[in-house]
């Protein structure tokens, strides 16, 4: 079983940036995607990014629009989620999610994804 460990977000001000980590431990080499979710108050969870992690191709919802950037470090078992010109809409609790499917898969889609990070609270205040 693939556990993910967040660290990273934060309050930060309009503009802003913060960076989000998720380590893997465990069976790590079984994971060809990891994504990126995240969940404001009052709002069903949705996807941000995701990254195949064999070929580093990435997937981005559309409100990302450049703001954003996945990474994922193969030595260090570890996912990045970049933010940059960070905005109040975009605070939320975060979520890295890890996926070993290789058929069938959609980036966006929740139950594609096989485990969770316990989250982190990214705030954004104007």
């Known amino acids: 079983q693939v556990q993910l460990v967040q660290s990273g977000g934060g309050s930060v001000q309009t503009g802003g940036s913060l960076r989000l980590s998720c380590a893997a431990s465990?069976?790590?080499?079984?994971?060809?995607?990891m994504g990126w979710f995240r969940q404001a108050p009052g709002k069903e969870r949705e996807a941000v990014g995701t990254?195949?992690?064999?070929?580093?191709?990435?997937y981005y919802a559309d409100f990302v629009n450049g703001r954003f950037t996945i990474s994922y470090d193969l030595g260090e078992n570890t996912a990045y989620l970049q933010m940059n010109d960070l905005k109040p809409e975009d605070t939320a609790m975060y979520y890295c999610?890890?996926?070993?499917?290789?058929?069938?898969?959609?980036?966006?889609?929740?139950?594609?994804?096989?485990?969770w990070g316990q989250g982190t609270q990214v705030t954004v205040s104007s």
């Open positions: 990254i195949y992690t064999k070929d580093d191709t990435k």
């Open positions: 999610a890890a996926s070993g499917r290789k058929y069938r898969f959609k980036w966006y889609e929740e139950r594609d994804f096989d485990n």
């Open positions: 465990a069976y790590a080499s079984r994971i060809n995607f």
